[in-house]
Structure formats: structure tokens, C-alpha cells
T-cell receptor, first 116, second 111 residues
Framework: GAVVSQHPSWVICKSGTSVKIECRSLDFQATTMFWYRQFPKQSLMLMATSNEGSKATYEQGVEKDKFLINHASLTLSTLTVTSAHPEDSSFYIC????????????FGPGTRLTVT | TQLLEQSPQFLSIQEGENLTVYCNSSSVFSSLQWYRQEPGEGPVLLVTVVTGGEVKKLKRLTFQFGDARKDSSLHITAAQPGDTGLYLCAGSRGSNYKLTFGKGTLLTVNP
């Protein structure tokens, strides 16, 4: 069964509004989680590393004020897309390394964001 | 700079054919993972290889990690339509668990 969940699985929002996406590790604790963005038929692009209890680490070119990340507990990280625009429309995926399985990473099912 | 070069990017074959996907780098990785992803879903881990020269088999899939831990390959024997999907290789270096992904191989197996 799934070990990492995401909510919502899809969301449509209007331009200028903010959207929050949740990523949960279901049966293990994750001090680190990762957020990716994926365009159709392309690979995953790492956006940021979410660290429990501390600030997220963003990859070069990713606006930290636009993509707010909060890792408030050992099983939950959230990504908030602020003031969304149509170009933010994408498939957002999170992952978490599982410490009891050699830190292999398990991915969530993804969230399809459409900004109109 | 793409640290992991994955090829081919697109592959369309007939059911029953064999295929190989390659993942190459000039950098050494402590481990390399292969994922399969279907449209609208997250990647699903197929295998992790950690030892240079390691070969792992998963039914009709054979994974190989290069001796120098810089490259890997995925070979599928007698491909089936159910193998259709995006195959991704991803390497890990160091202890921060951050993965570097290849560009992916979009495989279509026609019945």
C-alpha cells in the first residue's frame, strides 16, 4: 500500500489565489521530504528540500516566497503556491526517504494543479 | 548541467521485443534507483542498486550497476503492453538523500 500520501490529488484555482498541498508519510517518520515539479512527459525537477523544524532548502531558480514550505511535524510537509499564475500549473510530487529501508525514497501520488 | 544522462528518451516497440535503457554519468553515485511512473501518478520504486557491478532481476527486468558506480542499465525481456510508462533513473550521492534524476525514458509497448 501507499506509504506517502498527497492531498489534494487535483485542484483548480483562480489566478492570484493561494493553494496548499499536503504531503504525509503514512507509517514512518520523515525528518526530510522533497518537493518536485513535473511537466508532461518530462522528468522530475527538484524544487526544494523540506526539513522538519527548520527552514526549507530551495534549489536554484525556485522562488522561496512563491513556494512556501512548512514541515511542522515528522509526518507532514506542506507546499503553498502563493499568488498562483497559469504558468504555475503543473504536477507537484513529494517524496520521503524511509529510514527503515535504507533511506530509499518513496513518492506521493502527485497533485495536479491547474491555475485558470 | 544534466548529471545523469538517460537514453533513449522515447522508445516505441512491439510486444515481445527486448529493450535496454541506459543511465550514464561522469560522477560516482552511492546508490542508484530506477522508478516507473504512469500518467497522473507518482513514481514507483522498482529497484535500488548500491554495489558496483551489482545485477538485480525483477521478473523480466534486469538492472545493472556499473563497476565504477557511474552508470546503470535497465533491460526488459519480452516487453508487454503493461510495461508502458515513464522509466526514471535517479542517483544519490552523500548522506542528504537528495536524488538526481535522469530525463526519463517514455516507453510504449504496442500490442
Amino acid at each position: 500500500g501507499a506509504v506517502v500520501s498527497q492531498h489534494p490529488s487535483w485542484v483548480i484555482c483562480k489566478s492570484g489565489t493561494s493553494v496548499k498541498i499536503e504531503c504525509r508519510s503514512l507509517d514512518f517518520q520523515a525528518t526530510t521530504m522533497f518537493w518536485y515539479r513535473q511537466f508532461p512527459k518530462q522528468s522530475l525537477m527538484l524544487m526544494a528540500t523540506s526539513n522538519e523544524g527548520s527552514k526549507a532548502t530551495y534549489e536554484q531558480g525556485v522562488e522561496k516566497d512563491k513556494f512556501l514550505i512548512n514541515h511542522a511535524s515528522l509526518t507532514l510537509s506542506t507546499l503553498t503556491v502563493t499568488s498562483a499564475h497559469p504558468e504555475d500549473s503543473s504536477f507537484y510530487i513529494c517524496s520521503a526517504p524511509r529510514w527503515d529501508r535504507g533511506y530509499e525514497q518513496y513518492f506521493g501520488p502527485g497533485t495536479r494543479l491547474t491555475v485558470t | 548541467t544534466q548529471l545523469l544522462e538517460q537514453s533513449p528518451q522515447f522508445l516505441s516497440i512491439q510486444e515481445g521485443e527486448n529493450l535496454t535503457v541506459y543511465c550514464n554519468s561522469s560522477s560516482v553515485f552511492s546508490s542508484l534507483q530506477w522508478y516507473r511512473q504512469e500518467p497522473g501518478e507518482g513514481p514507483v520504486l522498482l529497484v535500488t542498486v548500491v554495489t558496483g557491478g551489482e545485477v538485480k532481476k525483477l521478473k523480466r527486468l534486469t538492472f545493472q550497476f556499473g563497476d565504477a558506480r557511474k552508470d546503470s542499465s535497465l533491460h526488459i525481456t519480452a516487453a508487454q503492453p503493461g510495461d508502458t510508462g515513464l522509466y526514471l533513473c535517479a542517483g544519490s550521492r552523500g548522506s542528504n538523500y537528495k536524488l538526481t534524476f535522469g530525463k526519463g525514458t517514455l516507453l510504449t509497448v504496442n500490442p
